[in-house]
T-cell receptor, first 113, second 113 residues
Framework: DTAVSQTPKYLVTQMGNDKSIKCEQN?????MYWYKQDSKKFLKIMFS???????INETVPNRFSPKSPDKAHLNLHINSLELGDSAVYFC????????????FGPGTRLTVL | DAKTTQPNSMESNEEEPVHLPCNHS???????IHWYRQLPSQGPEYVIH???SNVNNRMASLAIAEDRKSSTLILHRATLRDAAVYYC??????????????FGIGTKLQVIP
């Protein structure tokens, strides 16, 4: 069983489009995250959700919006896609505390043309 | 926010110990030190974490300086499967549940057969 899954694995789209990436975890964790890894492999946290409440909102454009329909899902919506949004996006989850292990998904490679 | 600094890359011979350093001179008292690694084309995976005392698990050991301004991840016998990017991460949480996550740039470890 896959602990943290993401769909799609690859996403190619045109500038200006709106797209979503889905994430699901079957670990029963309370906190989920979205990370962005750019071409230089720098990994940066974007958001985290705990019990459907946004905890971290790093300085990302408001074109990015996390949506959590329930505790097991945290989807990432991106509006008006730009070339600079091309990256690999990782979803992760943890029980919730700073001591807790984060379990990462396999990543979604987004390419904006 | 407290930052971490790591060497960009390191090399090790197979079956020899590897010491991966991380500096975090502005670490706060509530920051936990976490290490993750990322194998090519995969999401990051947890390696080890600690607060003040040295820690051991089946994957590695974590040595934390007495002043907590630096730490070292120790792989006791490097294998080819250990070739990855290793991230030193600070995580903290205040009483309100807020999580702060700061990533280093990561050290790319090359293991030479």
């Amino acid at each position: 069983d896959t602990a943290v899954s993401q769909t799609p694995k690859y996403l190619v789209t045109q500038m200006g489009n709106d797209k979503s990436i889905k994430c699901e975890q079957n670990l029963g964790h309370d906190t989920m995250y979205w990370y962005k890894q750019d071409s230089k492999k720098f990994l940066k946290i974007m958001f985290s959700y705990n019990n459907k409440e946004l905890i971290i909102n790093e300085t990302v454009p408001n074109r990015f919006s996390p949506k959590s329909p329930d505790k097991a899902h945290l989807n990432l919506h991106i509006n008006s896609l730009e070339l600079g949004d091309s990256a690999v996006y990782f979803c992760a989850s943890s029980i919730g505390l700073a001591t807790d292990t984060q379990y990462f998904g396999p990543g979604t490679r987004l390419t904006v043309l | 926010d407290a930052k971490t600094t790591q060497p960009n890359s390191m090399e090790s011979n197979e079956e020899e110990p590897v010491h991966l350093p991380c500096n975090h001179s502005t670490i706060s008292g509530t920051d936990y030190i976490h290490w993750y690694r990322q194998l090519p084309s995969q999401g990051p995976e947890y390696v080890i974490h600690g607060l003040t005392s040295n820690v051991n698990n089946r994957m590695a050991s974590l040595a934390i300086a007495e002043d907590r301004k630096s730490s070292t991840l120790i792989l006791h016998r490097a294998t080819l499967r250990d070739a990855a990017v290793y991230y030193c991460i600070l995580r903290s949480q205040n009483s309100g549940g807020y999580q702060k996550v700061t990533f280093g740039i990561g050290t790319k470890l090359q293991v030479i057969p």
